[in-house]
C-alpha cells in the first residue's frame, strides 16, 4: 500500500492546493448557495424549482462539509474530492487483487491524467459519482470472490455504492450496463444466477423515482442544440482521454527500453476475469451507448462529454490490464511505465497547483478589473456573461453590486445560442436565494436611459443585437483581451 499511500498524499496535496486557491465559478456558486439554504425543505425546494440539475446528494454533502468545517472555497469543493479519492482506492484495490502491483498503480494514476482530474476538485456531482462507481465494482469483485461465504457487507457496500452515484447525479443510472453486462457473462460462465448479487444491484433502483419529479421544470425548458450528434460522439473518447496520450506515449516509450530484459519468474498474479473485463468495457461503452441511443431518439438527451466521465473507470482497468498482458514476464518494464506516468502526474500537476496562490477573491478583482472600476462609476452595469455575474456576485463587496445587473431574455437566449438553460438556472438561483445584485428581464431593465455594459466571451450577441435593433448609442469605454465595457446611451440620450 506503500505506492498508494505516496499517491494520496500527493492527490490531497494538488487538490487541496488548488481547490483553496480557485475562485468559485457559476455551476459552484449555485451548489454554495444551495448548501447555504436556512433549511433541508428551502434546499430541496430550490432543487425542485430547477435552481441546479445536479441531485440532492451532491448538496446534502456540501452542506454537511460547512456545518463540519466552516464555508471556504476548499470546503465547498471537500466532497467531490473525498469521491474522488474513493474512487482511486477502490480502483486500486480492484486491480491490485488481480493484476502485479505495477499494473494496478499505472491504472490508478491514470485517471488523474484524464479530463476527471479536473472535477476531482470543482464542486459537483462527478466525484461522488466516480466513488459510486468504482465503489460498486470493488464491492462486486469481492462479493464474487467471497460466493458460499458470508458477504454481507460487499453485498451492502454495492447498493450503498449505487445509491451513492443514482442520488447525485442522473448519470447514474448507466452503472446498470457494466454491471448487468458483467454480471450475466458470469452467471453463463458459472449456469447459474447469484441471486444475493441481483438484489443488491435491485435494492437501491426505486431512488430513481424521484428523477421526474427533480427534472419537471427543467423538462420545459429549450435544450435545442445540447443534444449529443455525429461530431460530438466521434469527439468524446479523444475529449475525455486525451491529456492522458501525451504521459502514455511517454510512459511507453520508457517501458519499450525495458522490454528486451526478460524477468526470471514470471509474475503470480492471475489476471482480471472474463466477467470483470465484461464490467470494465461496460463502463467504458455505457456512456458512448448512452449518448448514440439519445441522438436517434431526438430531444431528450442532453450532452456534454463530462456526463460521461464513468469511462474513466472502464478505461483505467483496461490500460492496466492490457499493460499486465504486454508485460508478462518482464515487470520492470510495466515498472518502468508506472514511474514515467507518476513523473509525468507530478510535473504536470504541481505546476497547476503552484500557478496562482493568490486569495481567490484577489483573483477576481485582478481578473475583472475593468468590471470593478465600472460598477465604482456609479451607473447601472448589464453583466451579459452569466459566469461572470456570479463570480462577481460571490466575491465582490456588496456595495459595488448594488449596481451589478444581470438582464435575462430567456427568447432571445434560445435564438442565438439555442437554448435557453443558462438564463433559467440564473432566474431561479435568484428566486431562490438573497443575492446582492439583481437578475431582471430586459423590459424591466430598459427603463434606465444610460448603463454601463460588461461582456466577456460569448452570451452578450442578443444584447448587442437588441440595442441596436433599438436605436441605443453604443460606446467603448475599456478592454482587454477578455473583458469590454461599453457605456449605452437610449435613442435620442447623448454622453455627459
Same mark, same amino acid.
Given at each position: 500500500?506503500?505506492?498508494?499511500?505516496?499517491?494520496?498524499?500527493?492527490?490531497?496535496?494538488?487538490?487541496?492546493?488548488?481547490?483553496?486557491?480557485?475562485?468559485?465559478?457559476?455551476?459552484?456558486?449555485?451548489?454554495?448557495?444551495?448548501?447555504?439554504?436556512?433549511?433541508?425543505?428551502?434546499?430541496?425546494?430550490?432543487?425542485?424549482?430547477?435552481?441546479?440539475?445536479?441531485?440532492?446528494?451532491?448538496? *446534502?454533502?456540501?452542506?454537511?462539509?460547512?456545518?463540519?468545517?466552516?464555508?471556504?472555497?476548499?470546503?465547498?469543493?471537500?466532497?467531490?474530492? +473525498?469521491?474522488?479519492?474513493?474512487?482511486?482506492?477502490?480502483?486500486?484495490? *480492484? /486491480?491490485?487483487?488481480?493484476?502485479?502491483?505495477?499494473?494496478?498503480?499505472?491504472?490508478?494514476?491514470?485517471?488523474?491524467?484524464?479530463?476527471?482530474?479536473?472535477?476531482? &476538485?470543482?464542486?459537483?456531482?462527478?466525484?461522488?459519482?466516480?466513488?459510486?462507481?468504482?465503489?460498486?465494482?470493488?464491492?462486486?469483485?469481492?462479493?464474487?470472490?467471497?460466493?458460499?461465504?458470508?458477504?454481507?457487507?460487499?453485498?451492502?457496500?454495492?447498493?450503498?455504492?449505487?445509491?451513492?452515484?443514482?442520488?447525485?447525479?442522473?448519470?447514474?443510472?448507466? +452503472?446498470?450496463?457494466? &454491471?448487468?453486462?458483467?454480471?450475466?457473462?458470469?452467471?453463463?460462465?458459472?449456469?447459474?444466477?447469484?441471486?444475493?448479487?441481483?438484489?443488491?444491484?435491485?435494492?437501491?433502483?426505486?431512488?430513481?423515482?424521484?428523477?421526474?419529479?427533480?427534472?419537471?421544470?427543467?423538462?420545459?425548458?429549450?435544450?435545442?442544440?445540447?443534444?449529443?450528434?455525429?461530431?460530438?460522439?466521434?469527439?468524446?473518447?479523444?475529449?475525455?482521454?486525451?491529456?492522458?496520450?501525451?504521459?502514455?506515449?511517454?510512459?511507453?516509450?520508457?517501458?519499450?527500453? &525495458?522490454?528486451?530484459?526478460?524477468?526470471?519468474?514470471?509474475?503470480?498474479?492471475?489476471?482480471?476475469?472474463?466477467?470483470?473485463?465484461?464490467?470494465?468495457?461496460?463502463?467504458?461503452?455505457?456512456?458512448?451507448?448512452?449518448?448514440?441511443?439519445?441522438?436517434?431518439?431526438?430531444?431528450?438527451?442532453?450532452?456534454?462529454?463530462?456526463?460521461? /466521465?464513468?469511462?474513466?473507470?472502464?478505461?483505467?482497468?483496461?490500460?492496466?490490464?492490457? /499493460?499486465?498482458?504486454?508485460?508478462?514476464?518482464?515487470?520492470?518494464?510495466?515498472?518502468? *511505465?508506472?514511474?514515467?506516468?507518476?513523473?509525468?502526474?507530478?510535473?504536470?500537476?504541481?505546476?497547476?497547483?503552484?500557478?496562482?496562490?493568490?486569495?481567490?477573491?484577489?483573483?477576481?478583482?485582478?481578473?475583472?478589473?475593468? +468590471?470593478?472600476?465600472?460598477?465604482?462609476?456609479?451607473?447601472?452595469? +448589464?453583466?451579459?456573461?452569466?459566469?461572470?455575474?456570479?463570480?462577481?456576485?460571490?466575491?465582490?463587496?456588496?456595495?459595488?453590486?448594488?449596481?451589478?445587473?444581470?438582464?435575462?431574455?430567456?427568447?432571445?437566449?434560445?435564438?442565438?445560442?439555442?437554448?435557453?438553460?443558462?438564463?433559467?438556472?440564473?432566474?431561479?438561483?435568484?428566486?431562490?436565494?438573497?443575492?446582492?445584485?439583481?437578475?431582471?428581464?430586459?423590459?424591466?431593465?430598459?427603463?434606465?436611459?444610460?448603463?454601463?455594459?460588461?461582456?466577456?466571451?460569448?452570451?452578450?450577441?442578443?444584447?448587442?443585437?437588441?440595442?441596436?435593433?433599438?436605436?441605443?448609442?453604443?460606446?467603448?469605454?475599456?478592454?482587454?483581451?477578455?473583458?469590454?465595457?461599453?457605456?449605452?446611451?437610449?435613442?435620442?440620450?447623448?454622453?455627459?
Amino acid at each position: 500500500m506503500l505506492g498508494f499511500s505516496l499517491i494520496s498524499i500527493f492527490y490531497w496535496a494538488c487538490a487541496g492546493i488548488r481547490s483553496f486557491y480557485r475562485p468559485i465559478w457559476y455551476d459552484e456558486a449555485v451548489t454554495a448557495y444551495i448548501a447555504h439554504s436556512p433549511s433541508v425543505g428551502s434546499l430541496m425546494k430550490a432543487l425542485y424549482d430547477g435552481a441546479d440539475q445536479n441531485l440532492p446528494l451532491s448538496h *446534502f454533502a456540501v452542506r454537511l462539509s460547512y456545518i463540519l468545517f466552516g464555508s471556504n472555497e476548499l470546503t465547498t469543493r471537500l466532497p467531490a474530492m +473525498l469521491g474522488f479519492w474513493v474512487m482511486l482506492l477502490c480502483l486500486f484495490l *480492484f /486491480l491490485k487483487k488481480r493484476l502485479p502491483l505495477p499494473c494496478a498503480f499505472a491504472g490508478t494514476i491514470f485517471p488523474m491524467l484524464t479530463m476527471a482530474w479536473q472535477y476531482s &476538485f470543482e464542486a459537483r456531482s462527478y466525484g461522488l459519482l466516480l466513488a459510486g462507481g468504482a465503489g460498486a465494482l470493488y464491492c462486486w469483485q469481492t462479493a464474487t470472490d467471497q460466493e458460499g461465504k458470508r458477504r454481507f457487507w460487499p453485498l451492502a457496500g454495492i447498493s450503498a455504492s449505487f445509491a451513492v452515484a443514482l442520488s447525485c447525479h442522473y448519470m447514474g443510472v448507466l +452503472l446498470s450496463i457494466p &454491471f448487468t453486462a458483467g454480471e450475466v457473462v458470469r452467471s453463463l460462465q458459472r449456469k447459474r444466477i447469484d441471486l444475493p448479487v441481483w438484489l443488491a444491484f435491485l435494492v437501491p433502483a426505486p431512488l430513481v423515482l424521484f428523477y421526474p419529479g427533480l427534472l419537471a421544470v427543467a423538462r420545459r425548458w429549450d435544450f435545442s442544440g445540447m443534444q449529443p450528434n455525429m461530431n460530438a460522439l466521434a469527439g468524446f473518447y479523444p475529449e475525455v482521454l486525451r491529456h492522458a496520450i501525451a504521459p502514455m506515449l511517454f510512459a511507453g516509450i520508457a517501458a519499450a527500453l &525495458f522490454s528486451a530484459h526478460r524477468d526470471q519468474e514470471e509474475s503470480p498474479a492471475e489476471g482480471l476475469r472474463v466477467y470483470e473485463l465484461v464490467a470494465l468495457t461496460g463502463f467504458l461503452v455505457a456512456p458512448w451507448l448512452f449518448f448514440l441511443v439519445g441522438m436517434l431518439m431526438g430531444h431528450t438527451v442532453t450532452y456534454t462529454p463530462r456526463y460521461g /466521465l464513468l469511462s474513466v473507470i472502464g478505461a483505467s482497468g483496461l490500460m492496466a490490464w492490457t /499493460l499486465a498482458k504486454l508485460a508478462r514476464g518482464r515487470m520492470r518494464s510495466a515498472t518502468a *511505465f508506472a514511474v514515467c506516468l507518476a513523473i509525468w502526474l507530478v510535473g504536470a500537476r504541481s505546476r497547476e497547483a503552484w500557478s496562482d496562490r493568490r486569495p481567490p477573491a484577489v483573483q477576481i478583482a485582478s481578473v475583472y478589473s475593468i +468590471l470593478v472600476d465600472a460598477l465604482k462609476e456609479g451607473l447601472p452595469v +448589464l453583466v451579459a456573461q452569466p459566469h461572470i455575474f456570479l463570480q462577481a456576485e460571490y466575491y465582490l463587496p456588496a456595495a459595488l453590486l448594488q449596481r451589478a445587473y444581470y438582464v435575462a431574455d430567456p427568447e432571445s437566449e434560445h435564438h442565438y445560442l439555442s437554448q435557453e438553460v443558462v438564463d433559467q438556472i440564473t432566474i431561479r438561483t435568484a428566486h431562490n436565494f438573497p443575492l446582492r445584485s439583481h437578475v431582471v428581464y430586459w423590459n424591466d431593465f430598459r427603463h434606465n436611459p444610460r448603463f454601463l455594459l460588461h461582456t466577456g466571451k460569448g452570451y452578450d450577441q442578443w444584447v448587442f443585437d437588441r440595442l441596436l435593433r433599438e436605436g441605443w448609442r453604443i460606446t467603448v469605454r475599456a478592454h482587454t483581451e477578455d473583458e469590454a465595457v461599453y457605456e449605452v446611451n437610449a435613442p435620442g440620450v447623448g454622453s455627459p
